[in-house]
């Protein structure tokens, strides 16, 4: 069965921290990962990765994946209060056209 | 360029009922992907509709279908409404296609199902 399993489930942490979200998935036909981030409803983009070892970077946040070892890693630092949300992370497959989620990561940044 | 839109942004229903909701893809896009999302889970994939036609399903049982326009909005239509069935129904629009296209998400119906 197709799943991806996100930790931790839950992060708390204070301004300024840096933290780093991870992501592993059993996906057949794999053919891109995709972090989100959710506050409130929509999910917005942040970052695809398609090739193994090269980091996505945007401000504070980047990105990298390993498609050997089948995980991926979201790093946010210097996090501010602005940062609090749910993290998810899917991995769109092939043939299905689909996005298989994981459950996400809630992060909490703490004055 | 406009967004994805959703509507209606709430919605409470009681089991046995029908509901439809809707979706309006992102200018450009010919493709609309359907998710629900229960209170504390990652989204699940319902199905996705590629030039009005249905382009791949998820694990959700009949009752649950859907239309593409020719203006590519789509419809989810859910029948028999069920207390699980309860969630944040999420619509995503893309370029379709074989190349993989990053998919853009409406900001959802709540539908309470009671």
């Known amino acids: 069965e197709d799943k991806v399993v996100q930790s931790p489930l839950s992060l708390v942490v204070h301004e300024g921290d840096t933290v780093t979200l991870n992501c592993s998935y059993e996906?057949?036909?794999?053919?891109?990962l995709l972090w989100y981030k959710q506050e409130k409803k929509a999910p917005t983009f942040l970052f695809m990765l398609t090739s193994s070892g090269i980091e996505k970077k945007s401000g504070r946040l980047s990105s990298i994946l390993d498609k050997k070892e089948l995980f991926s890693i979201l790093n946010i630092t210097a996090t501010q209060t602005g940062d609090s949300a749910v993290y998810l992370c899917a991995v769109f497959q092939g043939g299905s056209e689909k996005l298989v989620f994981g459950k996400g990561t809630k992060l909490t940044v703490n004055p | 360029e406009t967004g994805v839109t959703q509507s209606p942004t709430h919605l409470i229903k009681t089991r046995g009922q029908q509901v439809t909701l809707r979706c309006s893809s992102q200018s450009g896009h010919n493709t609309v992907s359907w998710y629900q999302q229960a209170l504390g889970q990652g989204p699940q994939f319902i199905f996705q509709y590629y030039r009005e036609e249905e382009n791949g399903r998820g694990n959700f049982p009949p009752r649950f279908s859907g239309l593409q326009f020719p203006n590519y909005s789509s419809e989810l239509n859910v029948n028999a409404l069920e207390l699980d069935d309860s969630a944040l129904y999420l619509c995503?629009?893309?370029?379709?296609?074989?190349?993989?296209?990053?998919?853009?998400f409406g900001p959802g119906t709540r539908l309470t199902v009671l």
């Open positions: 995503a629009s893309s370029l379709g296609g074989l190349a993989v296209n990053e998919q853009f």
């Open positions: 996906v057949t036909n794999f053919r891109s």
